[in-house]
């Protein structure tokens, strides 16, 4: 079974920064990836970042220069560093997992982030 705690959402005025947390934790293996989809409303659930145990990382174009994703691997824990916000990125995050021994993929609840004035 696998766990992924998020935290970290919030609400912020444009040009403002947010940082979004997430632990792991069960059987995710020693090589995975690990990461951040949003969803707006009416809209898909789509990419924002993602890294992987072996350090690659992969942004949206929208977020590119604006976010940030770490992670530590000795903790299974994952940071995205977003500054610059802006109203458009309004929506809730979900944290995302995948188990590459197995191909499976895991989301956590999700968490809002509001961006407005």
Known sequence: QVQLVE???GSVQPGGSLRLSCAASGSIGSVYAIGWY?????QQRALVATIT???????????????????????????????SLKPEDTAVYFCYLLVTSTWTEHWGPGTQVTVSS
């Open 7 to 9: 935290s970290g959402g």
């Open 38 to 42: 949003r969803q707006a409303p009416g």
């Open 53 to 83: 145990t072996g350090g690659t990382t992969n942004y949206a174009d929208s977020v590119k220069g604006r976010f940030t994703i770490s992670r530590d691997g000795a903790k299974n824990t994952m940071d995205l560093q977003m500054n």
